[in-house]
């Protein structure tokens, strides 16, 4: 009878086993302050040949910086400065394939991404694009990637939004805004030097770490929650809480806020995230709203949903005087407070993950419209 029951089990496991997610991780990772400077040597036995130039694509904030100098330029390597101001496009991902394709006569030895998820998803679209035909929006989705990627490296200069170790690129396309997820898109490499981060003014470095801080209580409080996500989850909200509760010099956030990030990345990774994203993605639809302040702006009325989190952001958000603006939804019309809260209930991962799987009995347009007018 034991030997029976015994073999059932492992026959149920098996089944289950094949639903199992089976996701890249990063596979080279270096930490330090001042690690930048390793970038060259890192990068010389990637170097294919002297006509396959390694391509810098790099927040336009550094302009004129002591970062530019550092950079390890060689033969005919290109820096391309880009502005964060918005978040990326699939035809600006396109526009910079063109570009590459036309100025080169070989594929680049490697894409190099340094900034904020901004940047850092432009890298992973650039690099996925080199290398497949037609436009980025044709492979935002899940999966629809068939040819490896160019080797292309992530070096954050802010923290939170664990864009270094995600499987996606999130880009705003004609007509939807969706990552493009496939394990071609992970970072051969990532570099991590707490010491870049050092000159983001304070209202960003909330508002990216606050997406940090999001995910964990959206992944820890989620029904895909399991020991994996939430073992990393747990790590990176105790970091998080050290950084914006704490007491900790300028120097040794920074070096905890990185790591934070990269855990909260890691924690998503095998869960999902929740309610705070889901209407963050209709705000950034319809208007533009950036994702970390989106977050903030739609997180702090969820109290209903994670009162704990919710509670736990006021304080931080207190202890630092960070006054969110308001007023973002008081001119919209009925149609586009429908087009939010359609992209919002697109997003049905999410709202599977925060409320379960009957999650349609348990939220709808009225309520989502109730939150948005908070706004
Ligand atoms: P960001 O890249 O948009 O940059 C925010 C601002 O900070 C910009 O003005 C930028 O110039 C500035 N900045 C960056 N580093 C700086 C530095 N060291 N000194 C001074 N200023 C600096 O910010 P973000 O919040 O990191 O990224 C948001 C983007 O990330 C969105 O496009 C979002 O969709 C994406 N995202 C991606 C993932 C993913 O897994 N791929 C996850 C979350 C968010
Ligand atoms: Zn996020």
Redesign the pocket.
């Given at each position: 009878m034991e030997i029976k029951k015994d073999i059932q089990s492992q026959q149920i496991s098996k089944i289950q086993a094949v639903g199992y997610r089976n996701f890249p991780m990063v596979p080279k990772v270096v930490y330090g302050k001042g690690s930048f400077d390793q970038l060259g040597e890192i990068l010389m036995p990637r170097r294919k040949n002297a006509d396959a130039a390694c391509i810098f694509l790099v927040?336009d904030?550094f302009e004129g910086t002591q970062l530019m100098a550092r950079l390890p330029l060689i033969f005919n390597d290109q820096v391309i400065l880009i502005s964060?101001?918005e978040?990326?496009k699939t035809d600006q991902v396109d526009a910079l394939v063109a570009k590459i394709k036309k100025e080169y006569s070989e594929l680049p030895s490697g894409i190099i991404g340094i900034?904020?998820?901004?940047?850092?998803?432009l890298a992973k679209a650039v690099a996925i694009m080199l290398q497949n035909e037609g436009s980025a929006s044709k492979y935002q989705g899940w999966d629809l990637v068939r040819k490896p990627s160019i080797y292309h490296v992530g070096i954050p200069?802010?923290s939170?939004?664990?864009?270094e170790v995600?499987r996606?690129?999130?880009l705003l396309g004609p007509d939807k805004k969706l990552?493009i997820n496939s394990d071609y898109t992970v970072f051969d490499q990532v570099l991590l030097d707490p010491d870049?981060?050092?000159?983001?003014?304070k209202e960003?470095w909330f508002?990216?770490g606050m997406?940090c801080f999001i995910h964990c209580i959206e992944s820890l409080n989620g029904t895909y929650l399991n020991a994996f996500s939430q073992s990393y989850g747990e790590k990176a909200l105790e970091l998080c809480k050290e950084v914006y509760l704490g007491s900790l010099c300028d120097s040794e956030a920074r070096e905890k806020l990185m790591m934070a990030s990269w855990h909260g990345?890691m924690s998503i990774a095998y869960s999902q995230v929740g309610v705070a994203h889901a209407m963050s993605y209709g705000l950034s639809y319809l208007l533009g709203v950036?994702?970390?302040i989106g977050n903030c702006l739609v997180f702090q009325h969820l109290e209903e949903f994670y009162p704990e989190g919710v509670a736990m952001f006021h304080q931080m958000r207190k202890k630092h005087g960070i006054q969110l603006p308001t007023g973002i939804c008081a001119q919209l019309s009925d149609d586009e407070y429908d087009v939010m809260i359609k992209v919002s209930l697109g997003m049905e991962p999410l709202w599977e993950n925060a409320l379960g799987k009957d999650w349609r009995t348990k939220i709808g347009p009225d309520q989502l419209k109730a939150i948005y007018s908070k706004i």
């Open positions: 927040d904030v964060a101001d978040e990326p900034g904020g998820g901004t940047l850092l998803d200069t802010i939170g939004t664990g864009a995600s996606t690129t999130v990552g870049l981060t050092e000159g983001v003014d960003q508002y990216t997406d990345g950036k994702h970390g």
